[in-house]
């Protein structure tokens, strides 16, 4: 049976919790959150692009390189069930 992409942002939420530029990335997360809770599925794929971009411009930055490797993966997770492009 298949994660409920619900139970993938919240993971991936508490992943980011702390990690990045400011509140950046959390941002983003809860952004696709609602656009996924409106039926939004291209929406929230373009979102989860940018998020995922952010990630790697900021890894060995203000992102563990560690961290970034596990919050990509799980991004990567979502755009996978969602059927992202």
């Known amino acids: 049976m298949a994660t409920p992409v619900g139970s993938l942002f919240e993971k991936l939420l508490a992943l980011v919790d702390g990690v990045g530029p400011g509140k950046s990335l959390a941002h983003k997360i809860a952004e696709a959150q609602a656009s996924y809770a409106a039926q939004d599925v291209p929406g929230t794929c373009s979102i989860m692009n940018a998020f995922s971009n952010e990630v790697t411009a900021q890894s060995g930055k203000h992102v ?5 490797v596990a919050i990509l993966a799980e991004a990567a997770a979502i755009r996978a069930a969602l059927g992202c492009g």
Do not use: E, F, T, V
């Open 64 to 68: 563990d390189p560690i961290s970034a």
